[in-house]
């Protein structure tokens, strides 16, 4: 019969199996976080991440509205007159 290796989390400190940790091909060994943990840690920083993104995006169209309108302006001709 197979045994399951357990393996703790250093984030939640619980003792999960093995396939609960994604692996690594990189370092050749499970990662020290598990997947909901590390899921948990990924989806608040996408969530930081678009946060910031949105911003910037906001902020740089603000400041750069003429010369996008212009470029948009001309790719569409670009477009059009192919
Ligand atoms: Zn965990």
Same mark, same amino acid.
């Given at each position: !019969? $197979?045994? !399951? &290796? @357990? ?10 199996? $093995? @396939?609960?940790?994604?692996?690594? &091909? ?8 598990? !997947?909901?943990? !590390?899921?948990?840690?990924?989806? @608040? ?21 003429? &010369?996008?309108?212009? $470029?948009?302006?001309?790719?569409? @001709? $670009?477009?059009?007159? &192919?």
């Amino acid at each position: !019969m $197979l045994v !399951m &290796k @357990k393996k703790q989390c250093i984030k939640c400190k619980e003792r999960k199996y $093995l @396939k609960e940790f994604s692996f690594r &091909k990189d370092s050749n060994r499970h990662r020290n976080c598990c !997947m909901k943990c !590390m899921s948990n840690k990924s989806l @608040k920083y996408y969530r930081k991440n678009i946060e910031h993104c949105i911003e910037y995006k906001k902020r740089y169209y603000r400041e750069n509205r003429e &010369k996008i309108l212009e $470029l948009r302006k001309k790719q569409y @001709k $670009l477009k059009n007159e &192919k």
